[in-house]
């Protein structure tokens, strides 16, 4: 069959065929010279003392569980922002109406579902699509039915440092603490084996700024909201 004149002959199922020009390659001496940006994958949980991004990779493969010492406004930003990454959010709480405008303003997809505390039932986390479960359930958390696993993690939400405090604490991957009187900051420095310097600093930190910690170290990280956030949730503040 003769060609149509003025039609581009193409490949079946791959489109037109492309300019033909020389390959580019590099010597394995040139490869020091690549600089690629590429970033941690998770969510933006605010930037650190040197203005940089901290990233909080929160869907993981294995099981991760998160302690955060601190106020209410900064858990509701990092679930904004994580069902922004396409996470279903279960919040196990006894506060309900303090989670339901964030839970509206998710839309009705389901995103973030409230349940009472001790009711979260199995939530299938996958690969494609992962959880995070938020518990706030006061100073003496029970015994959860959700607990970490395969891209299901867990983040408990703890008002300040008591009694209890000390066996979630030592159990978390990573711990969050935000202001807190002279005493709780020294128990903080004793679970985390922080610095000196940063047991000083925890009874002085802003509103919205948080010690996030692990046992290799600490980052002190602001959160600052975005207009929507802000609209939604109000200024940042460590006390409910």
């Known amino acids: 069959m003769a060609a149509v004149p003025g ?7 791959f489109g037109p065929v492309g300019p033909r020009r020389r390959r580019y390659t590099i010597g394995p001496e040139q490869l020091g010279s690549l600089d690629l940006p590429v970033g941690d994958d998770g969510v933006v949980i605010g930037v650190d003392e040197a203005g940089f991004p901290a990233v909080l990779g929160l869907n993981r493969p294995s ?3 998160i302690v955060l010492v601190g106020g209410l406004w900064t858990a509701q930003v990092l679930v904004l922002r994580a069902a922004a ?6 919040v196990e709480t006894g506060r309900a109406h303090a989670w339901a405008s964030l839970a509206r303003a998710a839309g009705g997809s389901g995103c973030v579902a409230l349940h009472e505390v001790g009711r979260v039932p199995p939530l299938g986390p996958s690969a494609g699509s992962p959880v995070l479960v938020v518990r706030d359930c006061g100073m003496r958390p029970p015994p959860g039915r959700a ?10 939400l703890l008002p300040y440092l008591g ?3 000390p066996a979630p604490v030592e159990k978390a991957s990573l711990v969050g603490v935000q202001r807190v009187s002279p005493d709780e900051a020294a128990e903080a420095g004793r679970l985390l084996r922080l610095p ?4 000083r600093a925890l009874p002085a930190l802003a509103d919205g700024a948080t010690l996030w910690c692990t046992r290799r170290g600490s980052r002190l990280v602001t959160t ?5 956030e802000t609209g939604l949730l109000g200024a940042a503040r460590r006390v409910d």
């Open 7 to 13: 039609r581009v002959r193409g490949r079946l199922g």
């Open 63 to 65: 099981a991760y569980d």
């Open 85 to 90: 990454t396409g996470a279903r959010i279960a």
């Open 147 to 156: 607990v970490a696993g395969p891209w299901q993690s867990v983040l408990t």
């Open 163 to 165: 009694p209890a405090a």
């Open 196 to 199: 000196a310097d940063a047991v």
């Open 224 to 228: 600052r909201a975005t207009d929507a």
